[in-house]
């Protein structure tokens, strides 16, 4: 029995990749004994719940300083969230040298820049679509084809001005820092961003399970 398990719990999701394959399940139904039989388990959490794997080979991860070249600019590493953590360490992998931007659309939106001798600038976060939306129940949600338009209803007019408002942040800070660094590529995952993607106006590559798979590189460095 020589296979790891990684688990990635998020505010609303917790996914985990074993022997190749991934598995997803809501955080506030996920418990541990979903998990297969294995010799190493390692867990980032940054959700509000706690959880017992009742196995002496569990790693909770905590951000680090440094990974390769890649460093942390916090003061003291351990408070930059984990997931932000291990979405750089997948994105410095796949930027083979290159600065880049990290977006974690979800629960929270996250923007992590990095230029390209791996020094991580700083980041944002804000909250995502659904959680902003939540802070008015009453009003109803529609589908929406355009963000650019007035609109005649309050259910239309929460539902785009709500979109436009998390778009637009999302837009103008790229746009931005594509200024400062015009050569960044752009990495985003985050169950949030199939609501948004078709008014993004900038190129992206997009990976569901990129801070995942940042959880096993960091594993497999640490050893």
Not at 183 to 209: C, K, P, V, W
């Amino acid at each position: 029995m020589l296979s790891r398990v990684f688990v990635d719990i998020g505010n609303t999701n917790t996914k985990w990749k074993f022997e190749g394959n991934f598995y997803i399940s809501s955080t506030n139904t996920f418990e541990t004994k979903k998990l297969p039989e294995c010799s190493n388990i390692w867990v980032s959490n940054v959700s509000t719940r706690s959880f017992n794997f009742n196995n002496a080979s569990v790693t909770f991860v905590e951000s680090q300083e440094r990974y390769k070249s890649l460093t942390n600019i916090y003061n003291e590493p351990s408070l930059l969230g984990s997931d932000r953590w291990l979405g750089m360490i997948s994105s410095y992998e796949m930027s083979q040298g290159k600065s880049f931007i990290f977006l974690d659309i979800g629960t929270a939106i996250t923007i992590d820049v990095v230029n390209k001798y791996g020094k991580h600038q700083g980041g944002l976060i804000f909250p995502g679509l659904d959680r902003l939306r939540k802070t008015f129940n009453n009003f109803q949600v529609l589908p929406a084809k355009s963000i650019n338009v007035i609109c005649q209803s309050t259910e239309d007019a929460w539902t785009i001005g709500t979109l436009s408002l998390i778009v637009n942040s999302i837009n103008h800070r790229v746009e931005k820092l594509k200024i400062e660094l015009p050569d960044a590529l752009i990495y985003i995952t985050g169950g949030g961003y199939l609501q948004i993607r078709d008014f993004l106006e900038f190129d992206h590559y997009y990976n569901e399970n990129i801070v995942i798979e940042g959880l096993e590189l960091f594993a497999d460095n640490m050893g």
